[in-house]
């Protein structure tokens, strides 16, 4: 019970009040789009005009994830209404001691906060669902993820929204996360290892001339190979520098120096420049630094710009866990 109470205080304190009747969110003719929750290692399945709002929290000092919080809306979109009827809050401490599917079912017997108690299993992931007690009578999700709880409310609390919330989980995935160590410049076996990051288990790594290159299941060239037709890939390059600094290196090049709305970033403790490019039918995101006179590249190439967004996430977390081996 001791770990169900602040269970029962996030959810209060995060959902919102039901004042009006709820409307289904909007689902004519509308597509749906697969969201990674990188941090978590899952994904869902959402409508494309439901707003995703996702936000991770990291300790300042030992950069561990201490807390997960992300939304699924139908307000909130710069394009779209301020307030609205639906919301998915879901909530993830890593933080927390570790627990059973034993504590989990403890909800069972907590008739004080909960009714309608019942087992509720999603792809490979087993919980329970239930009614909240009280004025904000939403409904509440539990699912063990990782020896920790992963709790989802949906407000407002209504036969439709449980509906149309339950379409969006039952789609939810874990995506094992695997790391790769590679020579970017050696292929021999017992040769120097030099970096890592983290990808989703189940995407293909190959060497690419001074490359190493990750794609997804769903990567397709065109057939003369020199548009993305579908997917992204993920890349790291490392050539030797021309100069002593980033910004250096940039401004040498006519094509990097015109580029506007560079922004500085930290990488593996280095000093790095951010920025977007479309040249010759390349729509990419680079983030590249100079370490020990080698200049290193990060990229993510997508199609087009309304599908930038989509594996962002995975582009994020390579930056974050991307390490040099001592």
Same mark, same amino acid.
């Given at each position: 019970?001791? !770990?169900?109470?602040?269970?029962?205080?996030?959810?209060?304190?995060?959902?919102?009040?039901?004042?009006?009747?709820?409307?289904?969110?909007?689902?004519?003719? /509308?597509?749906?789009? #697969?969201?990674?929750?990188?941090?978590?290692?899952?994904?869902?399945?959402?409508?494309?005009?439901?707003?995703?709002? $996702?936000?991770?929290?990291?300790?300042?000092?030992?950069?561990?994830?201490?807390?997960?919080?992300?939304?699924?809306?139908?307000?909130?979109?710069?394009?779209?209404?301020?307030?609205?009827?639906?919301?998915?809050?879901?909530?993830?401490?890593?933080?927390?001691?570790?627990?059973?599917?034993?504590?989990?079912?403890?909800?069972?017997?907590?008739? #004080?906060?909960?009714?309608?108690?019942?087992?509720?299993?999603?792809?490979?992931?087993?919980?329970?669902?239930?009614?909240?007690?009280?004025?904000?009578?939403?409904? !509440?999700?539990?699912?063990?993820?990782?020896?920790?709880?992963? $709790?989802?409310?949906?407000?407002?609390?209504?036969? *439709?929204?449980?509906?149309?919330?339950?379409?969006?989980?039952?789609?939810?995935?874990?995506?094992? $996360?695997?790391?790769?160590?590679?020579?970017? #410049?050696?292929?021999?076996?017992?040769?120097?290892?030099?970096?890592?990051?983290?990808?989703?288990?189940?995407? $293909?790594?190959?060497? !690419?001339?001074?490359?190493?290159?990750?794609?997804?299941?769903?990567?397709?060239?065109?057939?003369?190979? /020199?548009?993305?037709?579908?997917?992204?890939?993920?890349?790291?390059?490392?050539?030797?520098?021309?100069?002593?600094? *980033?910004?250096?290196?940039?401004?040498?090049?006519?094509? /990097?120096?015109?580029?506007?709305?560079?922004?500085?970033?930290?990488?593996?403790?280095?000093?790095?420049?951010?920025?977007?490019?479309?040249?010759?039918?390349?729509?990419? *995101?680079?983030?590249?630094?100079?370490?020990?006179?080698?200049?290193?590249?990060?990229?993510?190439?997508?199609?087009?710009?309304?599908?930038?967004?989509?594996?962002?996430?995975?582009?994020?977390?390579?930056?974050?866990?991307?390490?040099?081996?001592?």
């Amino acid at each position: 019970m001791l !770990v169900l109470a602040p269970i029962y205080l996030y959810i209060r304190v995060f959902s919102k009040e039901s004042t009006t009747p709820a409307q289904q969110p909007e689902q004519n003719a /509308t597509k749906d789009k #697969e969201y990674i929750f990188e941090e978590l290692g899952i994904s869902l399945v959402v409508p494309e005009d439901l707003h995703v709002i $996702k936000s991770p929290g990291f300790n300042a000092s030992t950069g561990k994830l201490e807390s997960y919080t992300f939304y699924i809306q139908n307000y909130g979109d710069e394009s779209g209404p301020a307030t609205g009827d639906f919301q998915i809050y879901g909530l993830y401490q890593p933080s927390l001691p570790e627990i059973t599917p034993e504590d989990i079912a403890a909800i069972k017997d907590d008739a #004080e906060n909960y009714v309608n108690v019942k087992e509720f299993s999603t792809g490979a992931i087993q919980g329970y669902e239930a009614r909240q007690k009280g004025e904000r009578a939403n409904y !509440v999700y539990f699912f063990l993820l990782n020896e920790r709880i992963l $709790k989802i409310a949906v407000s407002q609390g209504t036969e *439709i929204n449980k509906a149309a919330a339950e379409k969006i989980l039952k789609t939810l995935k874990v995506i094992e $996360k695997i790391q790769t160590i590679d020579d970017t #410049e050696a292929t021999a076996p017992g040769m120097r290892k030099e970096y890592n990051f983290s990808y989703p288990k189940g995407w $293909k790594v190959a060497k !690419v001339n001074n490359a190493t290159s990750v794609t997804s299941p769903d990567y397709k060239m065109s057939g003369d190979d /020199t548009v993305l037709e579908t997917g992204i890939e993920l890349a790291v390059y490392k050539k030797r520098a021309d100069s002593a600094t *980033i910004n250096e290196e940039l401004a040498l090049n006519p094509v /990097t120096l015109q580029i506007p709305n560079k922004t500085d970033a930290v990488v593996a403790g280095q000093n790095a420049i951010r920025y977007e490019y479309s040249y010759e039918g390349v729509n990419a *995101i680079m983030t590249e630094f100079i370490k020990d006179g080698m200049r290193y590249s990060l990229r993510y190439r997508f199609t087009a710009e309304d599908s930038k967004n989509i594996y962002m996430g995975i582009y994020e977390e390579m930056l974050r866990t991307f390490e040099f081996v001592n």
